[in-house]
């Protein structure tokens, strides 16, 4: 038994939404109706929640789907196909457009779940290096630095910012040489069997979160220490 390798991790990535951060409730009625206002747009709250409801169901469809592939490649590739697509779930003309966009890329409309800063804060306690690795049109450094997240990252990896998106294993041994890790001592946390679950094609060893999810619940994230330690 002696003979056995270190199966400990010396780094952790974790990928952002529904992960580290709830996407389930992003868009908010109330937030909708003040932003629309500033853009000449007048909603009540149940108008509002109707325009969610229906984005939602637009974007989230199949069409909407496969319409989204490639959107994270850049900021101007993520502005122009979510737009497209919020447009076309009304349809919505251009002021009420770009009022769905600036909630859904709003950093104080993304929050964390009740265990992700307190395990990102023992994990840097505990001297293991840490990483964000997301499939993003937009720079979610702003979300981490709100709820003083940001401080315990070794590094942020975003497909906006390289052209290259999960689940090309590129972009996961990307990260690991900005963590300064070999990729079989890093273990990627996630949520999608098939966009995180490649983190394995580049070595690294993967722990998967239920599908499941809720801003009001921990997400399970203390599993991550008693898999590191």
């Given at each position: 038994?002696?003979?056995?390798?270190?199966?400990?991790?010396?780094?952790?990535?974790?990928?952002?939404?529904g992960?580290?951060?709830?996407?389930?409730?992003?868009l908010?009625?109330?937030?909708?109706?003040?932003t629309?206002?500033?853009?000449?747009?007048?909603?009540?709250?149940?108008?509002?929640?109707?325009?969610?409801?229906?984005?939602?169901?637009?974007?989230?469809?199949?069409?909407?789907?496969?319409?989204?592939?490639?959107?994270?490649?850049?900021?101007?590739?993520?502005?122009?196909?979510?737009t497209?697509?919020?447009?076309?779930?009304?349809?919505?003309?251009?002021?009420?457009?770009?009022?769905?966009y600036?909630?859904?890329?709003?950093?104080?409309?993304?929050?964390?779940?009740?265990?992700?800063?307190?395990?990102?804060r023992?994990?840097?306690?505990?001297?293991?290096?840490?990483?964000?690795?997301?499939?993003?049109?937009?720079d979610?450094?702003?979300?981490?630095?709100?709820?003083?997240?940001?401080?315990?990252?070794?590094?942020?990896?975003?497909?906006?910012?390289?052209?290259?998106?999960?689940?090309?294993?590129?972009?996961?041994?990307?990260?690991?040489?900005?963590?300064?890790?070999?990729?079989?001592?890093?273990?990627?946390?996630?949520?999608?069997?098939?966009?995180?679950?490649?983190?394995?094609?580049?070595?690294?060893?993967?722990?998967?979160?239920?599908?499941?999810?809720?801003?009001?619940?921990?997400?399970g994230?203390?599993?991550?220490?008693?898999?590191?330690?």
């Amino acid at each position: 038994m002696d003979d056995l390798p270190d199966a400990r991790a010396d780094a952790v990535l974790f990928d952002f939404s529904g992960t580290l951060f709830d996407d389930t409730g992003v868009l908010d009625p109330a937030a909708l109706v003040a932003t629309a206002a500033r853009h000449g747009v007048e909603l009540d709250q149940a108008e509002a929640a109707d325009v969610i409801r229906r984005t939602l169901r637009h974007v989230d469809s199949p069409e909407g789907f496969a319409a989204r592939e490639g959107s994270d490649l850049s900021p101007e590739a993520h502005r122009s196909v979510w737009t497209a697509l919020i447009a076309d779930a009304g349809p919505y003309g251009p002021e009420l457009v770009a009022a769905l966009y600036a909630c859904l890329t709003d950093p104080e409309a993304w929050r964390p779940y009740p265990d992700t800063v307190p395990v990102l804060r023992a994990l840097r306690d505990a001297g293991v290096r840490i990483g964000v690795l997301s499939n993003i049109g937009w720079d979610i450094r702003p979300a981490f630095a709100r709820v003083g997240a940001l401080e315990p990252l070794h590094t942020v990896v975003l497909s906006c910012e390289h052209g290259i998106a999960k689940p090309d294993p590129a972009l996961f041994v990307l990260a690991c040489e900005r963590l300064g890790v070999s990729p079989d001592r890093v273990l990627y946390v996630g949520d999608d069997p098939v966009k995180d679950g490649a983190a394995v094609r580049a070595g690294l060893p993967v722990y998967l979160l239920p599908s499941e999810r809720s801003v009001h619940r921990p997400r399970g994230l203390a599993a991550v220490l008693r898999l590191v330690h």
